[in-house]
């Protein structure tokens, strides 16, 4: 599976400070603020092998009723999230009828791990239409809080099943708590 750098250790300081005033995004940060938006289609991605890890009890990303909202092709990014922080994940499709849903899973400052191969993780969000199961063209979000540690976070675009083409957003804010 490919993983798109996005910020992170895999980005360079100088797109670093384009979002923010502060040049280390390790613990000494106190004022980490920024938002973005890029571009993507879920045929930069792949179909995962197993959806099982979500439903693991030390995931809980999704229960496995709603694995046909993630059945499509997963498009990966990274960022590495300070302390004191509030990391938001919102996904819009460029098209009326693409489907996408988000979900972001916050690691531990010292792994990576990449669906299939989750394990285990400090928190996953997810934003799907859970009461619907669908909303081709509208927005889902979701967000997660790095209290006293810094993360690892992963974010996940996903298409419904039989999804493997789509364009859309990925706004990322990076606000302080």
């Known amino acids: 599976m490919r993983l798109l750098p996005?910020?992170?250790v895999l980005a360079c300081e100088e797109k670093l400070n384009e979002w923010s005033e502060t040049s280390d995004w390790g613990s000494?940060?106190?004022a980490a603020s920024f938002e973005t938006d890029m571009s993507g289609?879920?045929?930069?991605?792949?179909?995962?092998?197993?959806?099982?890890w979500a439903q693991n009890s030390?995931?809980?990303c999704w229960p496995?009723?709603?694995?046909?909202?993630?059945?499509?092709?997963?498009?990966?990014?990274?960022?590495?999230?300070?302390?004191?922080?509030?990391l938001t994940a919102t996904v819009t499709p460029q098209d009326a009828n693409v489907d996408v849903n988000v979900y972001i899973l916050q690691q531990g400052g010292g792994s990576y791990q990449i669906?299939?191969?989750?394990?285990?993780v400090v928190t996953c969000e997810v934003g799907f239409p859970q009461s619907t199961d669908a909303?081709?063209?509208?927005?889902d979000s979701a967000y997660v809080v790095a209290i006293q540690n810094e993360y690892n976070v992963l974010i996940g675009v996903a298409g419904p099943e039989g999804a493997s083409s789509g364009a859309y957003t990925l706004r990322l804010s990076l606000e302080d708590y």
Request: proline share 7%; net charge negative.
């Open 41 to 52: 289609d879920l045929s930069e991605g792949e179909i995962l092998s197993s959806l099982d």
């Open 64 to 86: 496995g009723t709603e694995h046909q909202n993630f059945m499509g092709t997963h498009v990966f990014y990274s960022i590495h999230q300070p302390a004191h922080s509030k």
């Open 58 to 60: 030390s995931v809980a």
């Open 115 to 120: 669906p299939p191969d989750v394990t285990s």
């Open 6 to 8: 996005l910020l992170s």
């Open 135 to 139: 909303n081709p063209g509208e927005e």
């Open 28 to 30: 000494n940060v106190t």
